[in-house]
């Protein structure tokens, strides 16, 4: 069996640390480096044989890897995903932040370099599922408003899950113009409004509520836990493989 050369992007965070044991322990992958910008000063390795790169070139030209699992933040994701497709490896990008602008132009980059790249906002197959039946919803009932609700720790608003929500269910309904939400309550995202909140004790949850005449349409989706998101990733990580464009969301994979 051939196994997949795989790099993760923010190995000392939340998400990446789970990723680093998930691509360790997956007998298909062969965990070649991590990506850290403070490397550690004691050691540079990681789990003892896991070298630690800081900067995106030496990783390529060292550790060789076919994907880059991309977990670090708003700021450093574009950057490190355009570099990791333009150096020809293929990106699975869980952070959220890319603005629907710098995806145009990862697509188009992918596109010329026919390197695969997975822009997964959402790894849960549950939020995927949620997102496509926000779409088929929107359709018969159009006065929606997104609710993200996360752990006191995430820095970026709104999610990357509910941005992604908010435009598949502007596509579906006709109307990726947006610019309709009303000031003030909440953030406009195609059109819907989407409202963050940001306290201790969740970890992730979204909930697209959906008005009618004397009715109530609430679709919701909870991740209790960050294992939630591995099956997804593990999915990705396979799939790039066999992709020679850009896929925005994992709901295009799973059909
Ligand atoms: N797709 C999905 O299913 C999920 C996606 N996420 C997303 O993943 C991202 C990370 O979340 P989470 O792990 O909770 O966040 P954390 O803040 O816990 O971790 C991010 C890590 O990335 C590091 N980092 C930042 N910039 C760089 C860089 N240029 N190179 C290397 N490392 C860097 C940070 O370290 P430092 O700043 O100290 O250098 C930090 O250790 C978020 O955008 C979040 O929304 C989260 C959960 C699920
Ligand atoms: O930061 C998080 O925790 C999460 N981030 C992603 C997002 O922005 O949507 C995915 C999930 O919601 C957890």
Do not use: W
């Not at 570099?83 to 596109?111: C, F, H, W, Y």
């Not at 609430?218 to 493989?241: C, I, N, P, T, W």
């Amino acid at each position: 069996m051939t196994m997949i050369r795989v790099a993760v992007a923010g190995p000392r965070g939340r998400m990446g640390a789970l990723a680093v044991e998930t691509m360790i322990t997956g007998r298909e992958f062969l965990l070649v480096g991590v990506l850290d910008r403070k490397m550690a000063e004691s050691s540079n390795m990681l789990a003892g044989s896991v070298p630690i790169y800081t900067d995106m070139l030496t990783l390529v030209d060292e550790a060789k890897p076919d994907v880059l699992v991309e977990l670090t933040s708003h700021e450093s994701v574009y950057p490190n995903t355009r570099d990791a497709i333009m150096n020809g490896i293929r990106p699975v990008v869980g952070t959220s932040g890319l603005t629907v602008d710098q995806i145009g132009k990862l697509s188009e980059l992918s596109r010329e370099h026919g390197i695969g790249c997975i822009l997964a906002p959402n790894f849960s197959i549950g939020a995927v599922l949620l997102m496509k039946f926000a779409a088929m919803a929107v359709k018969y009932m159009p006065d929606a408003e997104i609710i993200e609700l996360h752990h006191d720790g995430k820095k970026e608003y709104p999610s990357g899950t509910a941005s992604l929500t908010a435009r598949m269910m502007a596509e579906a309904a006709g109307s990726q113009e947006g610019g309709d939400a009303p000031d003030g309550r909440g953030t406009d995202v195609a059109g819907i409004p989407v409202h963050s909140v940001r306290l201790p004790g969740l970890v992730s949850h979204q909930e697209v509520l959906f008005g009618g005449e004397g009715q109530l349409l609430s679709l919701r989706h909870d991740s209790f836990s960050r294992q939630s998101y591995m099956s997804g990733m593990v999915l990705a990580v396979k799939e790039v493989m066999n992709r020679d464009c850009l896929i925005d969301g994992l709901d295009k994979i799973i059909g």
